[in-house]
């Protein structure tokens, strides 16, 4: 079909307040430390709708006021005069719209499909390639009106939160309609601000929090190589899993314990990690959002970073989801900031303990528009243990392609699908032969459902078992 596609190109203009040159935010300096590791873009890419009646100059406009207006759309990076990281924004410049025609013979589901493939592809592709901006946007046009949008954004200028506020301004996205505050702080401003000696105060006291959960920390939280050393798309490999059966019983443990979905998915994905590896305690990294705190609700950046806890997985299921309770409250407030000052804590415990030591374990709830469904267990319909076994033929497991390179050994993403618990779990297959992870991920839904009415079921954490490493199938 790409020879019925005419390619082209709209320049649009534009130009906005707040030029200047900034060091990287807290924030941004996270995510440079994990693209060096991976070898991943952290592109933010997606495919929408357009309202009916548009065509590509209303797109064209709509870009060109989206870019005037926030000056992270308008940033490049590069070194300042320290040879440090800085972000440079700038007042005005022009960046292309790129129109795809589809001749009129074809069908406008045509385009919506050529759109669907095509924001996979752009998340994978470096940005840089195509645009001296961290945005690019692609339009489908059938017939003279523009049908479909593809836009990709750089994470090191946003997170998934802010590019839902982003998209308000073009009228797209779950967030459309919810009004935005005007005032908030600007990235660079941001980054300025936490340069500052207050906040460089609050960094100080999150160290100390860090340092109670890295002091006694084995080299690698599951054994294995002790470096990285693995090329991109080898090692690491990825698998999807889902059940409805684990969300009816999350539901139903999080209306029995009066607790929210992710604190109890975190007991149980933590639970069914202990089971079938032995590692008790467990100290993980938990993804923050960090826009619960003062002014950065709405700021268009990412402000996402790692924060960390430690849950020992003795005793009893419940007891484990009132730890996770407590201690992703306290993990939660000291995961803003300067990852400088964690490397240099690290470094000096590494040098302490006689050898170097990380966390390789990371789990990131990155449900957006299903957490409040999940979370609202009080109007839910409750739903019996046999319902919830009759739901078990439905789960899905599926192994996928190896992926880039990536430093965790176990990296789980809760994804933000409705009524059912949805896993993507990266693994190294070094430390996890294919039998561990299926077991891991079905341990998951057994946990959930052995404890969805009962308050004394035992965690089942156990030592580890001797396995033999081997590609998964």
Not at 139 to 166: E, I, S
Not at 309 to 331: E, F, K, N, Y
Request: aromatic residues 6%; proline residues 6%; hydrophobic residues 40%.
């Amino acid at each position: 079909m790409d020879d019925q596609i005419v390619h082209d190109r709209v320049a649009v203009p534009f130009s906005g307040p707040g030029a200047g040159t900034a060091p990287l935010s807290w924030g941004q300096k996270t995510l440079l430390q994990e693209m060096r590791n991976s070898d991943w873009t952290y592109n933010i890419s997606g495919a929408h709708y357009l309202p009916e009646g548009l065509t590509v100059s209303d797109v064209a406009d709509r870009l060109g006021r989206l870019m005037s207006k926030h000056p992270a759309l308008r940033t490049r990076f590069g070194t300042d005069d320290d040879g440090k990281p800085c972000q440079v924004v700038h007042a005005s410049g022009e960046i292309e719209l790129e129109v795809m025609t589809f001749a009129d013979h074809l069908d406008r589901q045509d385009a919506v499909d050529h759109g669907n493939k095509l924001w996979l592809k752009w998340m994978a592709i470096p940005l840089e390639q195509h645009t001296p901006w961290p945005l690019r946007m692609g339009v489908m046009q059938h017939r003279g009106k523009a049908v479909y949008m593809v836009l990709t954004l750089a994470h090191m200028v946003t997170d998934g939160v802010g590019a839902l506020l982003l998209m308000t301004d073009l009228d797209l996205g779950e967030l459309a309609g919810r009004p935005v505050d005007p005032d908030a702080v600007r990235l660079a401003d941001l980054a300025r601000l936490e340069s500052t000696p207050r906040m460089q105060r609050v960094s100080e006291r999150a160290m100390r929090h860090w340092e109670n959960h890295l002091r006694s920390l084995p080299p690698l939280t599951f054994g294995g190589p002790g470096v990285p050393d693995y090329e991109a798309g080898q090692r690491c490999r990825n698998v999807r899993f889902q059940s409805r059966a684990a969300y009816l019983a999350v539901v139903e443990i999080a209306r029995r314990t009066r607790t929210d979905t992710g604190r109890v998915l975190l007991a149980v994905i933590a639970i069914a990690i202990a089971r079938t590896t032995g590692v008790n305690p467990l100290t993980l990294h938990l993804a923050a959002g960090n826009r619960y705190r003062p002014g950065l609700a709405d700021v268009i950046g990412s402000v996402v970073q790692n924060a960390v806890l430690t849950l020992d997985l003795d005793g009893t299921v419940d007891d484990v989801i009132a730890q996770a309770r407590r201690t992703t409250t306290s993990a939660l407030m000291h995961a803003y900031y300067d990852p400088d000052q964690l490397e240099e804590l690290t470094a000096r415990l590494d040098a302490e303990r006689g050898y170097p030591a990380r966390i390789t374990c990371r789990v990131n709830d990155r449900r957006f528009s299903t957490r409040t469904r999940a979370d609202a267990v009080e109007s839910a319909p409750a739903a019996t243990e046999d319902e919830i076994r009759a739901t078990l033929p439905e789960t899905y497991l599926k192994w996928n392609k190896f992926v880039y390179r990536w430093t965790d050994q176990l990296f789980v993403n809760i994804e933000d699908h409705p009524d059912t618990v949805y896993l993507q779990m990266v693994t190294d297959i070094d430390a996890f032969p294919a039998e561990q992870v299926e077991a891991m991920l079905h341990a998951v839904e057994e946990v959930a459902i052995e404890a969805a009415f009962h308050s004394d079921v035992p965690t089942g954490a156990r030592p580890r078992p001797a396995v033999t490493a081997a590609a998964p199938r």
